[in-house]
């Protein structure tokens, strides 16, 4: 007897397009309630030419897709999950480039991880890449400047200097605001404005602003002591720093201010201080009008607090040489 043995051919395997997916470039981290973005390759490692669907998979919360851009011939960025078609990559190493733009609303923070996939829908093959990112939290950053204070001022006088606290930040907060580096001679009597609390009494003497939307500042007096024995000369007079005292954020600025003797009691000598000159003859016209500016705003000139009869004798020595 003769056995018939039927065997079962087997054809080559049909080709098909195989994705391989690399991170050409993303952030490490990125900050609270903007856009970023992170760049794919998806190489074809197969041996047949195709397209492939691409996917941004299990979004963590408070983040959402902007845009899928680069070699792509469709998106849907409204879909579950958001998805494009690339344009046909060729086989053996041909390779399409995708670009994924994310955007980070303020409930999202910490470690985050972005799954991005590939996959032929003709041939089911697919591949994956997930990156971490630290998206920070949002937080206020304070930005500290002067916007009111003299260059002169006096032994054994008061003065104030007012700052402008600017919250670049990406959320409200408060700041603690602390006067340091004084020099000897200079205390401080107090810190008024837009303030909560004040500790004049600690060191540094320290106050706590009022909230600051994002975008927007607070603004802080200081007022200051000058001793009868403070140290004469122009030096830097302090520092105001501003800290958001949770993440930390901190800024500060400091001024060069001059300390000059109490001022004459002489009425045309005090004038003449006013002025800023050692002659009469040398009075002008804009010192005058300098002087009446300060008068009117309730300024000091030269670090003198003007009184009336302080404008009219710098008046008369002005009409007299003119």
């Known amino acids: 007897m003769v056995l018939s043995v039927l065997t079962a051919a087997t054809g080559p395997v049909a080709a098909a397009a195989q994705p391989s997916i690399s991170v050409t470039s993303a952030p490490s981290s990125v900050g609270p309630d903007g856009t970023f973005q992170i760049e794919y390759e998806v190489k074809n490692t197969g041996t047949n030419v195709g397209a492939f669907t691409v996917e941004t998979l299990n979004l963590p919360s408070g983040v959402t897709v902007d845009s899928i851009t680069g070699d792509i011939q469709s998106t849907d960025i409204n879909g579950d999950p958001p998805s494009a078609s690339t344009d046909a990559a060729d086989p053996n190493g041909g390779t399409v480039n995708v670009t994924v733009t994310y955007n980070a609303s303020g409930a999202a923070t910490g470690d985050a991880s972005f799954e991005f996939t590939a996959r032929s829908p003709l041939d089911g093959t697919s591949d994956s890449q997930s990156t971490t990112i630290t998206i920070q939290e949002s937080t206020a950053v304070p930005n500290v400047s002067v916007t009111d204070s003299p260059d ?68 802080v007096t200081v007022n200051y002591s000058v001793a009868s024995d403070a140290q004469l ?90």
């Open 233 to 322: 000369g122009t030096y830097s007079l302090f520092t105001l720093a501003a800290e958001e005292p949770i993440a930390g954020a901190t800024d500060n600025t400091s001024a060069n201010i001059m300390v000059k003797q109490p001022a004459s009691e002489e009425a045309t000598d005090r004038a003449l201080e006013v002025a800023g000159t050692e002659s009469a003859s040398k009075v002008e016209q804009n010192d005058v009008t300098v002087a009446i500016t300060k008068f009117d705003r309730g300024q000091a000139a030269n670090g003198i607090k003007l009184g009336q009869n302080d404008i009219t004798v710098l008046i008369t020595l002005f009409e007299r040489n003119n």
């Open 152 to 219: 002169v001022v006096r032994q054994n006088s008061t003065y104030e200097s007012t700052y402008r606290i600017e919250n670049t930040g990406t959320a409200p907060g408060s700041f603690t605001v602390r006067t340091q580096d004084l020099s000897s001679g200079i205390t401080i009597n107090s810190i008024n404005g837009d303030i909560q609390s004040t500790n004049v009494d600690g060191t540094p003497p320290s106050a706590t602003t009022d909230s600051a939307a994002a975008g927007s500042s607070v603004s």
